[in-house]
């Protein structure tokens, strides 16, 4: 078991979110003030946090000195969500949130082409087993793989962490533009193929979120490995029509697929009905619906890893 401070910054974050979401502010903040203690290298989550928990308690000087600090130590979000984030409303009457957003703006123009994809991998490296697991949006790489840290699958799989070059925010990234998401797989499937002992097909891909749908899209049509199987966390599915066109044509024989999703998560519908859509052209699919969680990873994540390496891989 993990003591208090040896938890991955994804479990405090999970139990910070579900505290906030509650409405216990008293609670967040204090939490939010020991995680930006214990995890100072993710400011660019937790600044964003207390400045929403000072909106919400109607401190608005204090959300807007420490967002104008973030800013001055380089950190910044993407404007548009800035815009969207309902917990920032009590603050978006003031003069100065245009002039926060006009900043973080101007900063992802010049974020924009500086970014190449990279790539992040653990495990066994002469492992045949692969996964290629690709970030949500406006994550990166080293983060995302805190999720498969400390598994078992660790010790007989190799697992790549490709990151988009598209900037989305301070240690963001996304997947937006579907050319260049392709390119940068692309890049980091050939990076990840030079650095394992095997360059092996049998390579499962992965994603949560739109990772997840890409996961998917590139599984039934990209097909970057030559069996086309994926497991998506949460995908963000929205349009059945294009993976329907690409069932009707009967080039997805190979394919295999797992869907985890929790059952408050916004896309769960859609996820049942592609879901739906697969078996009823007999490709070979799992949906996991988790109890109580949302758009998110579920605390026993490892449990339905090692699940679906299983039923993808027939091992």
């Known amino acids: 078991m993990r003591s208090q401070i040896q938890k991955r910054f994804a479990d405090w974050e999970r139990e910070a979110f579900r ?27 937790t600044d964003m946090w207390r400045i929403s928990i000072h909106a919400r308690t109607g401190e608005k000087e204090a959300a807007f000195r420490l967002a104008f600090q973030a800013l001055h130590d380089g950190i ?41 994809p990279m790539l992040y ?81 049998q390579t499962v891909l992965c994603g949560a979120s739109q990772g997840g749908k890409l996961a998917i899209d590139s599984a039934l049509g990209w097909k970057p490995f030559r069996e086309s199987r994926f497991f998506a966390v949460v995908p963000s599915i929205r349009d059945l029509k294009p993976y329907e066109a690409i069932l009707r044509e009967g080039i997805c024989r190979d394919t295999r697929g797992y869907i985890l999703t929790g059952e408050y998560d916004p896309y769960i519908d859609q ?15 799992k949906l996991k619906i ?10 026993d994540f490892e449990t339905y890893l090692l699940e679906a390496a299983e039923f993808l891989t027939g091992e």
């Open 19 to 45: 505290t906030f979401r509650k409405g216990d502010l008293k609670k967040s903040r204090e939490m939010s003030e020991e995680i930006a203690g214990l995890f100072p290298e993710k400011r660019y989550k």
């Open 271 to 285: 996820a049942a009905a592609f879901h739906k859509l697969l078996t009823d052209y007999d490709v070979p699919c």
């Open 121 to 201: 991998s653990m495990g066994d490296t002469q492992s045949r087993k692969r996964m290629f697991a690709i970030h949500w949006r406006g994550d990166n790489a080293s983060a995302f793989s805190e999720y498969w840290e400390e598994t078992a699958l660790l010790s007989d799989w190799h697992v790549g962490f490709p990151q988009s070059s598209q900037v989305f925010g301070y240690e963001r990234f996304c997947w937006d533009d579907e050319q260049r998401a392709r390119a940068d797989l692309s890049e980091s499937k050939r990076h990840f193929d030079e650095i394992s002992m095997s360059n092996s097909d």
């Open 290 to 299: 988790v109890n109580g969680i949302g758009h998110e990873f579920p605390e």
């Open 76 to 116: 910044w979000w993407h404007p548009e969500r800035l815009r969207e984030e309902p917990e920032l409303d009590p603050l978006k009457s003031d003069a100065r949130f245009d002039l926060l957003v006009e900043a973080c703006y101007n900063l992802m123009k010049q974020e924009s082409d500086r970014h190449l």
